[in-house]
């Protein structure tokens, strides 16, 4: 019967686990073994937990795209969570929600809660160019706490979302430059669903004039 060769990383954690211990205390091979198989039951246990996580983001993304797939919205997978881009557009200077946008975030919160309620979800506000700096960081934190709170009132536990806001940065721009009529693109919140755990909702009081 052939031999199985063990994982190099394994040896090396269980030598290591045993350089710990002194080098004055001799090491029996059964000690050795022992300490392999433990770190081998560990790393399979970790396996199996990547492997069903990725399983459920599967599944998520998939229900997510059906659920969504007649509005503007793009859902891209990522390293242990989901992207949904474009959920809301806004008026020039406006962080109100139309009948649209509440259509998509009803059904976004419906996958949410039938399929894995204990997650974690960003809510990413944009802005424009038009304006300062300031004034549009202020801004797109409105229209992604706008977001959180209809999302809230959908059955999302508040605890369970956080809002940011990047503004108008420039490379967060769908069309770099664009205001107004031609820059609505622009003015939108964005989703990512990340199954790593919680954190507490990020908004830091800023202040500024203008408009984006």
Not at 136 to 160: C, F, H, M, T, W
Request: proline residues 3%; positive net charge.
């Amino acid at each position: 019967m052939a031999r199985t060769t063990p994982n190099p990383w394994l040896l090396a954690a269980a030598l290591g686990t045993f350089a710990l211990g002194g080098c004055a205390n001799y090491v029996t091979k059964q000690d050795f073994d022992s300490t392999v198989a433990q770190l081998r039951a560990s790393d399979q246990k970790q396996q199996v937990q990547l492997d069903q996580q990725q399983a459920q983001i599967n599944q998520l993304s998939g229900d997510m795209k059906t659920a969504l797939s007649k509005y503007d919205a793009e859902i891209t997978q990522l390293q242990g969570r989901i992207r949904v881009d474009t959920v809301s557009h806004f008026a020039f200077n406006s962080a109100t929600l139309d009948a649209r946008d509440k259509q998509l975030l009803g059904q976004f919160a419906k996958v949410i809660a039938a399929h894995h309620p204990d997650v974690l979800i960003t809510v990413e506000g944009f802005a424009d160019p038009a304006g300062t700096v300031a004034y549009n960081q202020v801004l797109g934190l409105r229209r992604a706490r706008a977001v959180k709170d209809y999302l809230v009132e959908q059955g999302i536990p508040s605890s369970e979302l956080r809002t940011v806001s990047y503004g108008k940065a420039r490379d967060r721009q769908v069309k770099p430059g664009a205001w107004g009529a031609r820059g609505e693109v622009n003015r939108r919140v964005s989703l990512v669903v990340d199954f790593a755990g919680r954190t507490a909702d990020t908004a830091a009081p800023m202040t500024g004039s203008g408009q984006g």
